[in-house]
């Protein structure tokens, strides 16, 4: 697959989603949860709030790299902020 660009990064990146899914799902076999209502007011679990950080972080990061805001490892942190906030509030 000479199209792809299997980098160190990326095979991390695709280890990182592959354990967060792996640890939400023991997670979610050993600590049942009940759907809980947050400044979205609709009913979200874990596995739902994990989803919404993924697909938040892909676009801070995309509006990270279009609005060239600054180097990329800073918009890490941006996602890592924004993860805590949709983890406590959402």
Request: glycine share 6%; with cysteine.
């Amino acid at each position: 697959m000479a199209w792809m660009a299997w980098t160190t990064p990326t095979a991390i990146f695709f280890v990182v989603i592959a354990t967060l899914l792996v640890i939400f799902t023991i997670l979610a076999i050993k600590f049942p949860e009940t759907p809980r209502v947050g400044v979205l007011r609709i009913e979200t679990t874990r596995g739902d709030r994990l989803f919404i950080t993924l697909l938040g972080s892909a676009f801070l990061n995309l509006i990270w790299l279009g609005l060239e805001i600054g180097p990329q490892p800073y918009a890490l942190l941006v996602c890592l902020i924004y993860a805590g906030a949709v983890f406590r509030w959402v």
